[in-house]
């Protein structure tokens, strides 16, 4: 168990409707990522927030948006779905260090399929 | 632009053999870090081994074993006395942390090799 968690772990929906995966980080864990695992893509970086502020960007749909609350916990929110975005989605989460990169740490990642 | 090539998509020994997974990365920064994660059939995403740029050190992690070679931006995982637990895909990833760079710190993913171990 890395500490990560996300809800819901499955998520099956039709095209055209919005949908909100949620992700608690670690406990002190500042930084919060997102990433999309699919067949065809691989797994691709999404979004990353540190503190309630978002800090990079990757391939990140327009359709889609995320954020980052006061508690820490972040969201990623997907609209207009389409069949292509039936993924698994990933949130991880790491301490900060000034000094380089640390290790992530991953939840069990959400599930969604879209009909 | 970094990248990472795994270039064995799968790979499938007998259990106890040795067995040893590619990775090779592209990045024009001179400060980078490496890691591999596992992922086995029930989804999540494991993380085994982070490593630095400037630590050309090899590590060993009981069964586990780590080869880093900046000549040839090379980072292989090595499992010996391979075992059916060992059954995961493996996934190489990049990070790079240059200064023009500061705060973003995503990882690029290769594509993953599905290790099976055979009983």
């Known amino acids: ?115 | 632009a970094q990248k990472v090539t795994q270039a064995q998509t799968e790979i499938s020994v007998v259990e106890k053999e040795d067995v040893t997974l590619d990775c090779v990365y592209e990045t024009r920064d001179t400060t980078y870090y490496l890691f591999w994660y596992k992922q086995p059939p029930s989804g999540e995403l494991v993380f085994l081994i982070r490593r630095n740029s400037f630590d050309e050190q090899n590590e060993i992690s009981g069964r586990y074993s780590w080869n880093f070679q900046k000549s040839t931006s090379s980072f292989n995982f090595t499992i010996t006395a391979s075992q059916v637990v060992d059954s995961a895909v493996y996934f190489c990833a990049l990070s790079e942390a240059s200064i023009s760079n500061f705060g973003n710190e995503k990882l690029t993913f290769g594509t993953g090799t599905r290790l099976t171990i055979i009983p």
């Open chain 1, 1 to 115: 168990d890395s500490g990560v968690t996300q809800t819901p772990k499955h998520l099956i929906t039709a095209t055209g409707q919005r949908v909100t995966l949620r992700c608690s980080p670690r406990s002190g864990d500042l930084s919060v990522y997102w990433y999309q695992q699919s067949l065809d893509q691989g797994l691709q970086f999404l979004i990353q927030y540190y503190n309630g502020e978002e800090r990079a960007k990757g391939n990140i749909l327009e359709r889609f948006s995320a954020q980052q609350f006061p508690d820490l916990h972040s969201e990623l929110n997907l609209s207009s779905l389409e069949l292509g975005d039936s993924a698994l989605y990933f949130c991880a989460s790491s301490v900060e260090n000034r000094g380089g990169v640390n290790e992530q740490f991953f939840g069990p990642g959400t599930r969604l399929t879209v009909l």
